[in-house]
């Protein structure tokens, strides 16, 4: 079965920091180009940051320099770094498999707040 499981959401102060991880199942990994999406309440779902099979980024201009993208081929495991947190950056954060077929994980809550 495919299956995407974000982790590592919560609550932290602006300035902060936050690791997200995704744990893929069912899908060929290695191959697939991943990404990070984000929903806030009231606003369209979009894209954060994504990667390649092999290693190339790509950054929404609002995250670019405090977030980062990676993968662990060798765990399946897709991972966002986020660093000076702004109150924003408030969301559900999205795990997703970009190509070749797109699956969505269930969203895990980060919150930014004073």
């Known amino acids: 079965q495919v299956q995407l499981v974000e982790s590592g959401g919560g609550l932290v102060q602006p300035g902060g920091s936050l690791r997200l991880s995704c744990a893929a199942s069912g899908i060929d990994f290695r191959f697939s180009t991943m990404g990070w999406y984000r929903q806030a309440p009231g606003k369209q779902r979009e894209m954060v940051a994504s990667i390649r099979s092999r290693g190339t980024t790509s950054y929404a201009d609002s995250v670019k320099g405090r977030f980062t993208i990676s993968r662990d081929n060798a765990k399946n495991t897709l991972y966002l770094q986020m660093n000076s947190l702004k109150i924003e950056d408030t969301a559900v954060y999205y795990c997703?498999?970009?190509?070749?077929?797109?699956?969505w994980g269930q969203g895990t809550q980060v919150t930014v707040s004073s």
């Open positions: 997703k498999r970009v190509s070749p077929i797109e699956t």
